[in-house]
């Protein structure tokens, strides 16, 4: 699904790929963030998209978003690439 909804945003956009369902299949989904925290594409919540969720907490409390984006940003740096 991750290289499914890569490929589309490549070819189409984040915006045309996200409304031909490209980020989700059956009860999971994709979410496409900006290292800065902004939603570019949301599998089950268009209302969030062009939103910013960088300070959002998982139900433990943790700030999964700013953690994400803060290694992908390391990784971006070294110039290693999460090809998962």
Known sequence: MVK???RAIK???ADK???ENTFVD???YIVVCGLDGL???H???KGRIDTNQID???ADVKAVVKVRCSLSAGSQA???STNS
């Open 11 to 13: 070819a189409e956009g």
């Open 26 to 28: 059956r009860d999971l």
């Open 56 to 58: 959002d907490k998982d």
């Open 43 to 45: 599998g089950a919540n």
């Open 17 to 19: 790929a996200h409304t």
């Open 4 to 6: 499914k909804a890569s």
């Open 78 to 80: 070294s110039g290693s």
């Open 39 to 41: 939603v570019l594409a």
